[in-house]
């Protein structure tokens, strides 16, 4: 079972960078798809992005792409997330998500308790 511990978040201005960390205490991590969702106040959860247990296969959200960019570093236990060119409505709680199932159309069964990432326009 996946045991998910997100940082990385903070305040930083419009344009500016961020990069999240999820480390996973568990044994399972590189075998699990990972992924990242973001809720923003008063919305519901949204898919980010996912990449497969081998890090081959990657999946974005609309309107991240071009801008952020998933990782993982399977000897680490670590899953990322690159934001660059950050603007006010990516301002939201990120979520790491662990999931045994297929990466294509992630959805996450194991979850971190989220960091919160804001930006300043």
């Known amino acids: 079972q996946a045991q998910l511990v997100e940082s990385g978040g903070g305040l930083v201005q419009a344009g500016g960078s961020l990069r999240l960390s999820c480390a996973d205490s568990?044994?399972?991590?590189?075998?699990?798809?990972m992924g990242w969702f973001r809720q923003a106040t008063g919305k519901e959860r949204d898919f980010v992005a996912a990449?497969?247990?081998?890090?081959?296969?990657?999946y974005y959200a609309d309107s991240v792409k071009g801008r952020f960019t998933i990782s993982r570093d399977n000897a680490k236990n670590t899953l990322y997330l690159q934001m660059n060119t950050l603007k006010p409505e990516d301002t939201a709680v990120y979520y790491c998500?662990?999931?045994?199932?297929?990466?294509?159309?992630?959805?996450?069964?194991?979850w971190g308790q989220g960091t919160q990432v804001t930006v300043s326009s």
């Open positions: 990449i497969s247990w081998n890090g081959g296969s990657t």
């Open positions: 568990g044994r399972t991590f590189s075998v699990y798809a």
């Open positions: 998500a662990a999931d045994p199932r297929s990466v294509v159309d992630f959805k996450g069964m194991y």
